[in-house]
């Protein structure tokens, strides 16, 4: 079942800005996963954070996590036209699975 | 690099028809997974396999079956294909535990008219 959801469902934003979405997820969990799809292409893995982690940082990525509020948000700073793409959050609370959210769309328009 | 790979980009079939969908991972992953993906409801994972010929359900298994007769094929199967199963599919694959990042073919989409 669908553990994340993401907030906003879509985000557009200028060339050289912040773009900041949020994952909510229910049941408690083990790891954190954020992937990016750009469009007609499979996901790629970005940042992973561990539920013992509040923050990480990847080149211009950052990742918080909340396990009390069961949340997590990705930050992409300067954001460029190559960010164009729709994130998602993945949740693990087993050995091997993950649950996907429904993503959040981000047009970073030049 | 890694690479997974679906082997049609686009591929239409016909109502009732048994339609297959393969995927090959180059990297030795022990985990394999097949995923669909429809707007607004994200992926859903349909099976999984963590080894040679062992499978397990997904969330949403109805309709379909899977095959994994070699470590790096797995195979999705449509038993009697249906409108309501045009989606995109993605195949996955990773090694070992669920916090090891899963790797992503660039998908298949399927339509069944």
């Known amino acids: 079942s669908q553990q994340g959801e993401e907030d906003p469902q879509a985000l557009s934003i200028q060339e050289g800005e912040n773009a900041t979405m949020n994952c909510s997820y229910k049941t408690s969990i083990n790891n954190l996963q954020w992937y990016r799809q750009n469009s007609g292409r499979g996901l790629v893995h970005l940042i992973l954070i561990r539920s013992n982690e509040r923050e990480k940082h990847s080149g211009r990525l950052r990742v918080t996590l909340d396990t009390s509020k069961k949340s997590s948000s990705l930050l992409i700073t300067a954001s460029r036209a190559a960010d164009t793409a729709s994130y998602f959050c993945a949740t693990d609370s087993n050995d091997y699975k993950l649950s996907f959210g429904a993503g959040t769309t981000v047009t970073v328009r030049a | 690099d890694v690479k997974v790979t679906q082997s049609s980009r686009y591929l239409v079939k016909r109502t009732g028809e048994k339609v297959f969908l393969e995927c090959v991972q180059d990297m030795d992953h022990e985990n394999m997974f097949w995923y669909r993906q429809d707007p607004g409801l994200g992926l859903r994972l349909i099976y999984f396999s963590y080894d040679v010929k062992m499978k397990e359900k997904g969330d949403i298994p109805e309709g379909y079956s899977v095959s994994r007769e070699k470590k790096e094929r797995f195979s999705l199967i449509l038993e009697s294909a249906s409108t309501n199963q045009t989606s995109m599919y993605l195949c996955?694959?990773?090694?070992?535990?669920?916090?090891?990042?899963?790797?992503f073919g660039d998908g298949t989409r399927l339509s069944i008219l």
């Open positions: 996955a694959s990773s090694q070992g535990a669920a916090i090891q990042p899963q790797h």
